[in-house]
């Protein structure tokens, strides 16, 4: 059962351009709602992070849009460079003391192409 | 992060063949998780471990074993190992206040 469903599967910017990912999840209760970043070889490291009291969060050139009733959230990444080309995978997890165990979508590999 | 060490980084092996991965953490963090990374199904949980006499099966945790020895040890065992095993594996690491996890690099895991 996938609680988070992440699209699209790959992805091809052009240098300059915006990338955008989305992610859906099932689950009322997620209360915490982070991306994390993975390049080749490495292991997957927290960009950017967001609860749902808040619609949006921006660092940087990352946004988070976040849309409670919809059940959706993205990641924008404005002006895309091509060291931005790594693996991206949303998540999301519960409260209630748990808010460490995530569970991730299926993952999104941007190519940002000179 | 280097802080989070996972060893061996490689691991070719035989069907049938128990096999120990092992992830050592300096960050003072009390949770632990074991993930597997395969292509198209992003990361999925394997087991995790808020203390140390904590141990909780994720959501694949079936033909898979883990031992916390140590606040700062966690080690995923394999009993028999099975060609469907092969995949990535990711030891991570968060404290009980943030939620961030951080993880280590990686074993990537073959079994013939």
């Known amino acids: 059962q996938q609680q988070v469903k992440q699209s699209p599967q790959s992805l091809i910017v052009q240098k300059g351009g915006i990338s955008i990912i989305n992610c859906a999840y099932e689950?009322?209760?997620?209360?915490?709602f982070p991306w994390y970043q993975q390049f080749p070889g490495k292991g997957p490291a927290l960009l950017i992070a967001?609860?749902?009291?808040?619609s949006e969060k921006k660092e940087g050139r990352f946004t988070i849009s976040f849309n409670k009733s919809a059940k959706q959230f993205s990641l924008h990444i404005m002006d895309s460079q091509p060291g931005d080309s790594a693996t991206y995978f949303c998540a999301a997890s519960l409260e209630t003391g748990t808010a460490s165990k995530l569970t991730f979508g299926t993952g999104t590999r941007l190519q940002v192409m000179l | 992060d280097a802080d989070v060490t996972q060893t061996p980084r490689n691991r070719i092996t035989k069907t049938g063949k128990r096999i120990m991965l092992e992830c050592s953490q300096t960050?003072?963090?009390?949770?632990m998780y074991w993930y597997r990374q395969d292509p198209g199904l992003g990361l999925r949980l394997i087991y995790y471990s808020f203390d140390v006499k904590d141990i909780n099966k994720g959501e694949i945790s079936d033909g898979y074993s883990v031992s916390r020895q140590a606040q700062a040890k966690f080690s995923l065992s394999l009993e028999s190992a099975i060609p469907n095993q092969t995949a990535l594996y990711f030891c991570a690491t968060s404290d009980s206040i943030a939620d961030t996890q951080y993880f280590g690099p990686g074993t990537r895991l073959t079994v013939l």
């Open positions: 960050k003072g963090h009390d949770r």
């Open positions: 689950n009322t209760a997620f209360d915490y």
């Open positions: 967001i609860r749902p009291d808040v």
